[in-house]
């Protein structure tokens, strides 16, 4: 988490059926501020009704990743405006888990706090072996706001999940990776990029459609409803037709 007054600022650029979400800082140290979760949701916005987008990626330029939130603004919370502020980062990371798209935090530097919190309301995450990784709210007298305390738990376990946010101890990416908190370590930030389309080529033979289906059936546990809506869109149809043909589908846009 961070010390000082937000400058940060959210970027979007689309590059064929990939959506980079950039967080830049005149310092080189992003942090999340009230006006700076308000961009985010926006942007996420866009994401989520652009139906030839296949990824998400959110990354920091700079320094970190993200160092948390602006402490600056928060140690002149009443409660209420914590709720307000709590309630905003719920709605914007909620968002970012049911966009249906494949979505990464691609890290370097740092990623605590609200970094780690939008980190794990992606589908993955791939990390530098320099940076940190962890929710260190405790250290200031605070939780994580922002799903955490809900999204950890289900990662790690309670018992690791308890540690780490009882602790605010930031871990290193090899731990992190142990523990299965992130999904690839990578030898530094130049290489994120080199790591990013290995994942896009394993992971684009899937259907948009379909995917975005098995992230709403893990989100709601209604898999029968998921499954059925399948039969609506033209992807099951390409799909099972191209097998039986015994040639590669070629995939509509999601819906």
């Not at 009230?34 to 916005?45: A, D, F, H, K, Q």
């Not at 740092?110 to 405790?138: M, N, V, W, Y």
Request: hydrophobic fraction near 45%; proline fraction near 4%; charge should be neutral.
């Amino acid at each position: 988490m961070a010390g000082e007054k937000s400058q940060t600022d959210v970027r979007l650029a689309i590059e064929g059926t990939v959506a980079r979400v950039t967080f830049v800082s005149p310092n080189g140290v992003n942090i999340f501020s009230s006006r700076v979760i308000t961009n985010l949701g926006n942007v996420v916005e866009q994401i989520a009704g652009n139906s030839a987008l296949r990824f998400v990626v959110f990354r920091g330029e700079g320094r970190v990743f993200l160092a948390g939130a602006d402490i600056a603004e928060m140690s002149q919370f009443d409660a209420d405006q914590g709720r307000a502020f709590a309630n905003t980062g719920h709605r914007v990371f909620d968002a970012i888990e049911a966009l249906p798209q494949v979505t990464f935090a691609a890290i370097h530097g740092a990623a605590l706090g609200g970094g780690c919190e939008l980190a794990i309301a992606c589908d993955f995450r791939l990390i530098t072996r320099d940076a940190k990784i962890g929710s260190p709210e405790t250290r200031l007298g605070l939780i994580p706001g922002w799903g955490g305390t809900q999204r950890l738990p289900r990662y790690l376990g309670l018992g690791v999940a308890r540690r780490l946010m009882y602790s605010g101890e930031a871990i290193s990416a090899e731990e992190a990776h142990r523990i299965g908190l992130v999904d690839e370590v990578v030898e530094n930030a130049a290489e994120l990029d080199a790591a990013l389309g290995r994942w896009f080529k394993q992971l684009a033979p899937g259907s948009p459609a379909a995917i975005a289906r098995v992230k709403r059936a893990v989100l709601t546990g209604d898999e029968v409803n998921a499954f059925a809506s399948c039969f609506a869109v033209p992807d099951a149809k390409i799909g099972t037709t191209a097998f039986l043909e015994k040639r590669p589908p070629s995939w509509a846009r999601w819906e």
